[in-house]
Each structure stands twice: as structure tokens, then as C-alpha cells.
Nanobody, 111 residues
Framework: QVELVESGGGLVQAGGSLRLSCAASGVVFSSATMAWHRQAPGKQRELVARISMINMTTYADSVVGRFTISRDNAKKTVYLQMNSLKPEDTAVYYC?????WGRGTQVTVSS
């Protein structure tokens, strides 16, 4: 049974930082491309960052230079370090692989 569990969300002031984690089970994690998406109220879900099995990374233009995606294959965990947060980063953040999605973690950035 595949399970992706996000954690680390919360309320932070603009300019602050958060680190999201996504723990995976039931997947061959080391060979999986993992990604973070987010969905703000009234908006479509969008890709935030992606990391391949060989650690190639892709970022949305809106987060380049502020967010960093990384992975620890031994822990089957993918991370999203978010710095210089802005109110427009407020959303539910989801972890996913090619087939499965976590339930999300809420990130709220106050101005």
C-alpha cells in the first residue's frame, strides 16, 4: 500500500521559512521522480518543484531562488525548503510521485 504523508506546514510571517517533509512508504522511492504541488483557494493545482531519481530538479518560476527540493533515499523522504515566503505562497502543498498523492499540508503566509 502506497502512502505519502506530508508534514511541516503552518503559519509563518512573510519573509519567514518553512521546511516541508514527505515520507513515502510502499514505493520504490529511490527510482521515483518526486514532486511538490500546491493549490491555493480558487486556483488550479500547480507544480512547485520536482526532483528526479538522479537529483535533477525543476522549479516553478515563482519559487526559483527561494525554494529548494531535496531527497533522502535512505529515509524515503522528500523535502521542500521554503525561504523568503510571500503571502502568495499560501496554499495546500501536496507531495506526489507518478501515481500517488499525499493529503497535503497547509502553508499560510501572513503579510
Amino acid at each position: 500500500q502506497v502512502e505519502l504523508v506530508e508534514s511541516g506546514g503552518g503559519l509563518v510571517q512573510a519573509g519567514g521559512s518553512l521546511r516541508l517533509s514527505c515520507a513515502a512508504s510502499g514505493v520504490v522511492f529511490s527510482s521515483a521522480t518526486m514532486a511538490w504541488h500546491r493549490q491555493a483557494p480558487g486556483k488550479q493545482r500547480e507544480l512547485v518543484a520536482r526532483i528526479s531519481m538522479i537529483n535533477m530538479t525543476t522549479y516553478a518560476d515563482s519559487v526559483v531562488g527561494r525554494f529548494t527540493i531535496s531527497r533522502d533515499n535512505a529515509k524515503k523522504t522528500v523535502y521542500l525548503q521554503m525561504n523568503s515566503l510571500k503571502p502568495e505562497d499560501t496554499a495546500v502543498y501536496y507531495c506526489n510521485d507518478a501515481e500517488y498523492w499525499g493529503r497535503g499540508t497547509q502553508v499560510t503566509v501572513s503579510s
